[in-house]
């Protein structure tokens, strides 16, 4: 893949007096922050030319091809540049869901000393939470209730809620309509957890159909 065509003015970009510029990379499905690293002109000429993400490493003074040593590539899907042309958001497909050189998912994984995962969508952190029930039932849960009835629980629930939008729908109220849809989305991830379908799955259909 190739991102030549891309329009990046790299004159314009303004870099430090050491001719970098920050460059956040951001997951293209989930919108999670994976990292933050420093390109210079010849690193974001070659992620432009190549598709991959290159950086420039101030500690060791050369060029990086992220992922070439671990296999955890990042397939680069848009860059933008901040208002003042001093900041660059990546976009990218993160091969094997890892950025971070200890093996997390992203390198903000910290809070107060404690691994936390990064922040996605609201969509992603719903299903995240229904997959750790998945894993560590709790008692008196309602996700867990659900998961343990199986599909005869599970889609009729989903049922009920469908019927439940489109009269929502029909009421014409909005904030009904909000509830009623957000009730849905939750059954239909609880679903798509029992049957192992990651939310991301149905994000790269959504990707593909878009394009």
């Not at 867990?144 to 009269?167: H, P, Q, R, T, Y």
């Amino acid at each position: 893949m190739s991102l030549a065509a891309t329009t990046v003015p790299l004159d314009q970009i303004r870099y430090t007096d050491q001719g970098l510029v920050p460059a956040i990379v951001q997951d293209y499905l989930d919108g999670t922050v994976l990292m933050m690293a420093w390109m210079n002109r010849e690193s974001l000429q070659k992620t432009l030319d190549t598709g991959d993400t290159w950086f420039w490493s101030r500690s060791r003074q050369e060029l990086w091809h992220k992922g070439a040593t671990s296999g955890h590539l990042q397939k680069v899907q848009s860059i933008r540049y901040d208002c003042d042309s001093d900041a660059l958001l990546i976009t990218v497909e993160q091969q094997g869901d890892i950025a971070c050189h200890t093996g997390e998912r992203s390198c903000f994984h910290q809070i107060d000393g404690k691994i936390v995962p990064p922040p996605a969508d609201t969509l992603s952190q719903v299903y995240g939470v229904i997959r750790d029930r998945q894993a560590h039932p709790q008692e008196g849960s309602y996700t867990n209730k659900l998961l343990a009835g199986g599909d005869n629980k599970i889609l009729k629930k989903i049922g009920e809620e469908s019927a439940e939008v489109v009269m929502a729908c029909k009421d014409d109220n909005a904030d009904e309509i909000a509830g009623e849809v957000a009730d849905l989305l939750y059954h239909t991830l609880v679903a798509m957890a029992h049957h192992n379908v990651d939310v991301k799955a149905v994000y790269r259909k959504l990707q593909s159909r878009r394009r």
